[in-house]
């Protein structure tokens, strides 16, 4: 099997495992550490649309202030809740960053979604070393000594417009009137 295929299958099992993770949980009366089956609500779906626009928002706010060591955490957050809008019409609670990245990578790979690769790649969760995604940028930023930073600013209007184009993508999904699916294969 090639290196290709073999990764499908392990996004395939670790995303089984999140489903299978918050089962047992739930059924153990804990609170839940992956992902869940409930109705679709676009409601929701909605809500995390206008958080998203929000957090995109607050990131002039604090270039204006030069609070720098902020506005990653803002721009990862507002691509994550996009995937979290995404996740809500198809009826998928989340609890999990990684889960909820490897569900998006899933159904992107099983064409049920037209979303760029390039963010699900921005909110995945690496654990090998050298291998680095926005979540790294928005923890160097956050937990880091700096409160200002030149290599952030530099970065501040394409990466406004990686957010903008990930709502507008998020925006197309969430107010189509298609009905979303979670594929049985995700849960067995």
Known sequence: MDEKNTNKMNV???LKDCFL???RDEERGKKHKGLRIVNPDN???EEYIQKAKTNLESCDFYKQKRLDYKIPEEWFYTMYY???AILAK???DSKSQKCT???MKRIKEKGLITYDDEFIDRIMVYKEKGVTSDVDERENARYGSSVQSEDIIQKYDFMTDVCKRCISQCEDLVFSDK???VPKEFLE
Do not use: E, N, R, T
């Open 43 to 45: 409601k929701k779906a």
């Open 101 to 103: 990245a490897l569900f």
């Open 82 to 84: 996009c995937a979290l």
């Open 179 to 181: 009905q979303y699916q």
């Open 21 to 23: 993770s918050a089962k």
């Open 90 to 92: 198809f009826g998928v």
């Open 12 to 14: 395939h099992q670790k």
